[in-house]
């Protein structure tokens, strides 16, 4: 089975903290790519990350980080230094060899308080 | 990265009536667009991926005669929600990918109202 797991409903954080949003998949293909989108209250959904299974690098864009761990599954995504424009609906995605089809966790509503 | 239009963002439409929703790839040619619906403080739910010049494959529960998909290039798909009632009312997001496994890239919506 392909899953995606956002156990996060609702993070609530004070601006200029450093927050971490939790994705855990499943599936059995060995070769997959994995997605974070957001989506602000506008609605439009914005792609922030693309990661294959074979590239475990993290990847760092300003302050955007990603950390993909094949060991727990997870592919977990750290805002630092949060900022009130980073609050929006968190999508984490996963896309596998048998079904091109974007198979998405249920979103982690991020709240910046100023 | 690339820009993806669809029109219009909102439509308000009496029930009975068809709307159309169009979806457009405005700087690159997309091998494959697919229309997505999301209800409320939830995800996305797929419900049709179409290929240029080809039909478009539906997801189990959608009805095909209802929501009449057109992929007429590579830049351009279209929605048309036939007959529409109440239960229709959502939010409509479209999206493009260059490839299969490619990032897809997103509408800004279009929310729906069937009164």
């Known amino acids: 089975a392909q899953k995606v797991t956002q156990a996060q409903t609702e993070i609530s954080v004070v601006e200029k903290e450093d927050v971490t949003l939790d994705c855990v998949y499943e599936?059995?293909?060995?070769?997959?790519?994995l997605f974070w989108y957001k989506q602000p209250p506008s609605g439009e959904l914005v792609f922030l990350i693309r990661r294959n299974s074979f590239d475990e690098q993290n990847e760092i864009s300003g302050r955007y980080s990603w950390n993909f761990q094949k060991s727990t599954s997870s592919f977990n995504f750290t805002i630092t230094a949060s900022q009130v424009v980073d609050s929006a609906v968190y999508f984490c995605?996963?896309?596998?060899?048998?079904?091109?089809?974007?198979?998405w966790g249920a979103g982690t509503k991020l709240i910046i308080k100023p | 990265g690339a820009v993806v239009s669809q029109h219009p963002s909102w439509v308000i439409c009496k029930s009975g009536t068809s709307v159309k929703i169009e979806c457009r790839s405005l700087d690159f040619q997309a091998t494959t667009m697919f229309w997505y619906r999301q209800f409320p403080k939830q995800s996305l739910m797929l419900m049709a991926t179409s290929n240029e010049g080809s039909k478009a494959t539906y997801e189990q529960g959608v009805e095909k005669d209802k929501f009449l998909i057109n992929h007429a290039s590579l830049t351009l798909s279209t929605l048309t929600v036939t007959s529409a009632h109440p239960e229709d009312s959502s939010f409509y997001i479209c999206?493009?990918?260059?490839?299969?496994?490619?990032?897809?890239?997103f509408g800004p919506g279009t929310r729906l109202t069937v009164t």
């Open positions: 999206s493009a990918s260059l490839r299969r496994e490619s990032e897809q890239y």
């Open positions: 599936t059995r293909d060995t070769t997959y790519y």
């Open positions: 995605a996963l896309i596998t060899d048998s079904n091109y089809q974007l198979i």
